[in-house]
């Protein structure tokens, strides 16, 4: 079975050597085990339930625990594979009654069944493990576990968007397939509380000092998501009249932090919720509620359960960003983490290269957000000031199959390619159909990039592939070459897209018209040309 498993690796290397080498990448065994979502070891079966159970000693920062997987077979197979950090122990793995022969090779564990797994059939396995997980060195960014301590009360936190879910505890760690449901038993010291994803089904109290908090969300989530937030924390509540009824709205903050969170919060949590609604249509999880959790660290979008650790200030950490003004009118946590329940966690990409389908709407969500409550002038000022923040050091999309993502500026960069393509469809009306029908069609699905590309193009009955290929493959931007001549300009597309024929708004002479320019020169007549600023593109005068 072990040289089946090499095998498959290499083939699958070779696969994908193209789209490494557009992004420069060199990648490893591990990174393929973890990251390949098409490996017929992780195919074979669909995980339909998670039952987590964990128990944290913060004193030696350990974990205790196990993971019940629910699945159904998609084929007839006789081996698995799930995935755990190679640190921590496994204990046993059972089925049926029986313990299970399994091997590890770097994080992924590959389970052998002694009968072959018939297709469409139903099966539960659970995997008993302990040890000590990986501890964040700079969370959220390099996750993991965060042990920590407020005041006497110890103050434990998880953060591991990337890193992957299988740092701490062992699940098929790949956002391709989101588990129906999921449990989740947390014990911690009985003078500190858990809250985790979802609703409170129950506490239970045991002898030995610690209680067992019991979380449930009755809707698909993604790994990643399953969150861990644990001290002696303050509780209260809302509620907000949504699109779909009254949508629960829970607060876990420090104690001491009580009074200006009730304040805070009611400044920007339902301005956000009423902006969301309207531009992409019901939040997506009502029956596990809304909830947000201060942590030490920013700030996470774990669904339903979002980390916050803005300190209470506008704009990021009292900073707006864009330098436009606008960012310091709201809280920068509450809004894009929120935005994520959206873009990230009801619409998932199955391949973290594809990213940029999270954080590049979510990141125009802010934009959305102002234009809402300061006008469509004031959204556009913000979206165009974050253009300050972009690189264009490599793609957008990274490496796919090996677990990683492209280049950072799917924030700032890829919010304005949506704002140059929301410019370019020219109809708010359609622009606001495309996002709330992204919604709907994709609810709690996991996606592709492309799958985004398309319905796009099938909604707007226009081809804008090249557009998104030259902002998402290439690290360059759409470059103009303007020439002034006698009595007029000539001008033409030089990109790394063949045939890019993306068309432009301009103003001749004072007066709008839109151009179609190709990679071959074209002429207008003019003393003036002025290209819309909303385009987010570079112009070269030759």
Known sequence: MFK????????????TAYSQLLNDTKTTLADSLRGDINSPYRTCYDVNFYHLK??????NQNLTGSNIFQFTATKNF?????????????????HEGKNLTFTRTHHAVFLNFPDSIRKNSK???????????KIAKNAPWDGGFTFTKHQDKDWIVTSCQGLGASSWWPNKDQQADEVDSMLMSISVPKDIMNVSNGQLRSVENHPDGYNTYHWFVSSPINNYNVAVNATNYAHFKDVYKGLKGNLSLDYYVLPEHLEIAKIHFEADVKRMLQAFEHWFGPYPFYKDGFKLIETPYLGM???????YGNKFKKGYLGRDLSGSGWGLKWDFIIVHEAGHEWFGNNITTQDIADMWVHESFTNYSESLFIEYYYGKKAG????IGLRNNVQ??????????????GSADMYYKGANMLHTLRTIINNDTLWRNLLTGLQKDFALKTVTGNDIIQYINQKTNTDFSKVFQQYLAYKNIPVLELKKEKKG???????DVANFDMPLQVSINKKPLLLKPTTSWQYVQGTTFIVDANYYIEIKKI
Not at 301 to 307: G, L, T, Y
Not at 380 to 383: I, L, P, T
Request: hydrophobic share 40%; proline share 4%.
């Open 4 to 15: 089946d498993i090499i095998l498959f690796v290499l083939i699958f290397i070779s696969g």
């Open 54 to 59: 964990v128990k944290i000693d913060a004193d």
């Open 78 to 94: 006789k081996t698995l594979q799930f995935d755990l950090l190679d640190s921590l122990h496994i204990n046993k793995i059972t």
């Open 123 to 133: 099966h539960t396995f659970e995997v008993y493990y302990q040890g000590k997980p």
């Open 301 to 307: 979008e774990h669904q339903s359960a979002i980390a």
């Open 380 to 383: 556009a000022e913000y979206v």
């Open 392 to 405: 264009n050091d490599k793609p957008i999309i990274g490496p796919y199959g090996v677990n990683q993502e």
């Open 489 to 495: 300009f000539s001008y033409r597309w030089n990109c």
